[in-house]
Structure formats: structure tokens, C-alpha cells
């Protein structure tokens, strides 16, 4: 736990659990948002919250608290500015599933704010305070972002919510982040719904034969649109490249087969990879050591161990013990 | 039950698993195979099972038996010859996994049979005589050729076997089946291919990311390779068109994200075909009355049913009872 201020603006999902999460770890935590369901049902639940924005980020300012803010992408532009009015140089995070737009929108509207990004991969399918949980962030990926001019000691206290609410802490840049996910993430739900409209484009009987295949390969699309587009969207320059690459290996693979009639090579790489992601997810955690946060090229270093696939899963003051760990929890959903 | 006599080539998981499950619905059937190991587990079980495929063909030919070839599609025109050569006129189906292949090698090598082609959808990762079961075929699609030329009673013959199997006969035509296999069967399986090559390109900290989105339509990338290319390069000329499909909606998204930044119109049509999917497979069977093959225009009657999702669930006499039926058995990998 931390001795500072907890300020979490938004009680969604997310911020609702995270609001539970850092409680029950023992942080002091205030809650605010505009949403009178989810501040009443909060209140209900015993927590300290409160529907004045305004009011709460001053009171983060007051005690140099850390701020969190847990709303959508689309809103993050009207509460920045806020944060720059009464809690200006605040230490700053965030949980927003894209890293380089918040980041990008933070240097616009609060400039002075200590600024370090974050992203916990948990979710459920539902949504608001009621579909929240302490337990939302156990043994998941957190990432916190790492680009140059983060403070360490920043980094550090933003790291420690991280692991007090029960995730691993992966280091990583925004533009990284950014990248991987629209890999992992936001390609697969694009890909999801080009099956499922070319595969309805087949007609009844296409649908009366279709198997586990397509089911699974189109088991996203089944997802709120709204929530995808926002995924998606707010991504839009890092999922323009997964695109193209999905495209262009695509392509080569409808060459191939009208060249030549083989798909060897699509097959074979995409089976490798496969099974490289199986065979990661089954081996032991590997210890990769430790970084200490007081020395020069922390930072830098922590990167580069994101880079290569590990994990920060605890924190001794400033010593990060580091873990190499691709084991998959249960839920992720929608992810 | 038929009175005639079943001859079943090849005695792998399907070819063994047809064996099993028609002799147990009341068949005379003798099964014939190259392969040593199948042969002698079949007869230690009891099965009357020959290594001359000459000789059975004989059998089936004196008796006008129905021959079904149950060999992997590369060797369908290696045995076709001996069909020609011993059962010239025999009453012939098999269960290869794509139909107009088949149908041309049929005409050429062996054009005085009474062809029908059919294809079980079922199956499982294993292989062999071991691997098969009477029960795999139980509540499964099994597709029926309904082509022009096809004579109504041997196409009755075809369907009672499968239901006698305990599947459900689909009606179509060669290339109507091929189609829709290409968009529901094997595009999955290519898709699943480039995806787990592009988030393989994302590296360590990518795959330490990925969750469900990406694990689900990863997942077939899994099968053994040759399996996957025996059965996506033998439906080359579908499998082009509906990769070309995939490739053109793809693309449409890549253009309206780099364009307007939106994915609407892709993310909502996937989204709409998955949840027809869903709704057709959680819908009671709907009665779509009988057919009666001894009527002029029957077969035409079922190629349109087929078309429009509906199953052939039983035959009394010459009369087929229609339903139509979406909802998916447990066990169809690796399709």
C-alpha cells in the first residue's frame, strides 16, 4: 500500500474495481464521477465518493494524491482540462485501453501533470459500477507506460496500485502498447467480422455446415459494436499497420494458391506461431532478476524486458523483481 | 436398413467409423483397406474386412453393392481405376471432405459409375481405424450430392446410409457444397493462419498480452499443417473466391479507418451475420414438410431446401422429411 491519495474519476467497470481493489489493499481512496447510478450505488457500497468532479481532483491536490483517471477514451479530452485546473502538477495515470492518444491529449490539456499511463487487460462483457470486482485485476497484465520523461518515482507509485490490486506490471511504451494491441487485440476483432460477413454471404447452407472453426473465429463479432469501434478507433494508427500486414500476408497466401496451388508457407508460419504461443503459455515462470528503480537507465531497462515478454510481479522499495510469464488468466473478455 | 451390400474403402477414422456405425444400424457391409494396421484392427474387432480391394470391389460388383470411398482425396484417383475396372456400374459414394474434385476425377476414371457424392461433417484430430467410433456421425451435418445426372434412387440409397449413421442429410450440389466449405471450413483456417503470424511479428511483449480474442481465433491454427493444407488446397478454385471476398472486405475497412476513421460498416455486418448464426442455432427446428423422390423435380426441390438451411431427418420409402436445423453437435473438429 501507499500513503498517498487515491483519486479515481470515473466508477465504471474499471474504475469501480479499481476503486475496490485499491481500498481493500489499504490505500486511502476517493471516488468521483458524474454518473449518478454509479456514485449511488458506490455511496451504497460504503465507499467514499463523491458526484463533484471539481471537488475531489482539489482534494487530490491538497495531499499531492495520485489521480486515476478511469473514463472512455472519447471523454478523456473533456476531463483533462478539469484536472488542469484544480490539480494541475498531480501524479496521473490512467486506464484507458490506448496509450499514445491519452498521452498525446495530456500534453495538450494538463501539460504540467506528472504523467504516467496505464492499462489494465481485464474486462468482463458487462459494464458500470454493479459489473465491478476487487478481484477484476488478479494475476492480469497491467501496463505501465514507460516513455522518456516519466519520472521513476512516479512510475514506481503507479506500479505499486498495480500489484496492490493484484495484476503483474508490464513495461512498455505507449507507442509499444499501442502496437502490440492492435495485434492482439483490435486486428483479431477486425478479422472476426470479415469471417462472419463472408461466411453469412455463403447463405443458409453455408450457415447450416459451418463448425468449430467459424465458431470460434467469429466468436468476437459477437461483441457490442460500440465497444469495438471505440477499441478499434481509438487505436486507428497502430491497427492500420496490423491491417496492412494482415493484408499483405493475405495476399501472398491468394497468390500462392492461385500460382502455385500451395499454402505451405501460410499454414507452416501460422502454426509455428501457434504453437510458440501455447508452448510459452505452458513453461514455468522464468526469473528475470531485478531492477532498481534509483539507478540511471531504470527505465529504459524495464522497457527492454517488456520488449522481451516479462513481467514486474513485486515491488521492495525501489527494487522491481521481474518475471518472464505468458501464462493466460481465465477472463479477458471482451479483449 | 438396406438390403445391399456396403463396401467401404479405406478404414482410417471415417472409412472405420461408416464401417462401425452401418454395420451396427443393421448393413451387410465389408470393409477393404492397403493399410496392414487397419485391416488387422478391424478384423480383431470382428469386422469382415479384406486387404484386396480387387476382391471386395468383385463382391460389391456381383451383388450391385453401393462402394463408398473413404480414401484422403490425393488418392481418390489411384483407386477410381480399380472401381472402373472391377465395379464398372456399381452404385458409388464417398466422404471426402470437397465434392467437385471427386465428381471430375469420377467422370474420367470411372464414367459408367452411378455416382453420389457425400461428405460426413465430422470428425476428430486423431486418425486411423483406432480413432473412429459408430458414433461420429451422430446428429451431423452429412452432405448428399444432389448434381444434375444424379439418379433419385441411388440418391436415396446415399441419404438412408447417413441417416442409418445417425447424421442429418444436407442436399446440394458439388459446387454448392464446395463453396460453402471454403467460406465456413477452410477461410477460417487461412484467417487463423495470417492472424497468428501478425501477432507473432508483434514479439514477446505482443504474445505476453494476447487473450481471448486472440487465443480464440488462433485456435486452429493449431492442426497439423497437412492436414489443413489436404483439405484448404483440394478446394483451390472455391477457396479463391472466398479468400478474394475476405481480401476485398479487408480491405474496405482498411480504407474507411485510414479515410474517415470509422469501422462501422464492418465491425456492424460482422456483427449482424454472428448474431443470425447465434439466433438460427438457439431456434427450435422448424418443420419444412416432405419430398417425395419418386416425384419429377425432387432432387431440384431438395437442392433448393439445402440451400436455404434446411436437413433431410428421416426417409420413409421414397417420402424425405425436411427440417430445418442449425443447431451445432459438440464435436466437429478439426473443421
Redesign the interface.
Known amino acids: 500500500m501507499s500513503g498517498r491519495l487515491l483519486c479515481v474519476v470515473g466508477l465504471g467497470l474499471i474504475g469501480g474495481s479499481l476503486l475496490r481493489a485499491a481500498e481493500r489493499a489499504g490505500w486511502k481512496a476517493q471516488g468521483a464521477a458524474t454518473s449518478s447510478a454509479d456514485v449511488g450505488a458506490a455511496r451504497a457500497a460504503g465507499f467514499d465518493v463523491t458526484s463533484s468532479v471539481d471537488e475531489a481532483l482539489r482534494a487530490a491536490a491538497d495531499c499531492d494524491g495520485l489521480v486515476a483517471l478511469a473514463v472512455p477514451l472519447p471523454a478523456v479530452a473533456d476531463v483533462l482540462p478539469v484536472v488542469a485546473r484544480w490539480a494541475p502538477r498531480c501524479l496521473l495515470t490512467d486506464v484507458v485501453s490506448v496509450k499514445q492518444p491519452v498521452a498525446t491529449a495530456v500534453a495538450h490539456h494538463a501539460p504540467a501533470a506528472r504523467y504516467v499511463g496505464g492499462h489494465p ?1 481485464a474486462g468482463t462483457s458487462r459494464s458500470g459500477w454493479t459489473a465491478g470486482s476487487a478481484d477484476l485485476f488478479a494475476g492480469a ?1 497491467w ?1 505501465v507506460s514507460t516513455d522518456e520523461g516519466v519520472d521513476p518515482d512516479g512510475w514506481a507509485q503507479v506500479a505499486r496500485l498495480a500489484l496492490d490490486c493484484g495484476a503483474q506490471v ?1 513495461p ?1 511504451t505507449a507507442a ?2 499501442d ?3 492492435a ?3 483490435h ?39 460500440e465497444l ?2 471505440a477499441m ?2 481509438g487505436n ?1 494508427d497502430a ?2 499497420t ?6 499483405g ?3 501472398a ?2 497468390g500462392a ?2 500460382s502455385t ?4 508457407a ?6 509455428l ?6 508452448a ?1 503459455r505452458s513453461s514455468d515462470r522464468e526469473s528475470l532478476g531485478q531492477v532498481d528503480l534509483s539507478n540511471a537507465g531504470a527505465l529504459e531497462r524495464l522497457r527492454e524486458i ?6 514486474v510481479v513485486a515491488l521492495h522499495g525501489t527494487r522491481c523483481q521481474i518475471r518472464r ?2 501464462r ?1 488468466r481465465n477472463t ?4
Chains 1, 2 share one sequence.
Open positions: 487487460m497484465p501496463v508490464v512498455a509499444d502498447h502496437a502490440a494491441v495485434r492482439i487485440s486486428l483479431p476483432h477486425v478479422l472476426a467480422a470479415v469471417l462472419a460477413a463472408v461466411g453469412a454471404d455463403g447463405g443458409p447452407l453455408a450457415m447450416a455446415l459451418a463448425a468449430g472453426s467459424f465458431t470460434d473465429g467469429t466468436r468476437v463479432a459477437g461483441t457490442a459494436p469495438v469501434r478499434c478507433e486507428h491497427l492500420l496490423a491491417v496492412d500486414d494482415a493484408l500476408r493475405l495476399g497466401a491468394r494458391l492461385a496451388g500451395s499454402l505451405a501460410t499454414i507452416r508460419t501460422g502454426h506461431a501457434r504453437r510458440a504461443l501455447d510459452a517488456g520488449r522481451a515478454g516479462g513481467r510469464c505468458n493466460l479477458t473478455a471482451p479483449g
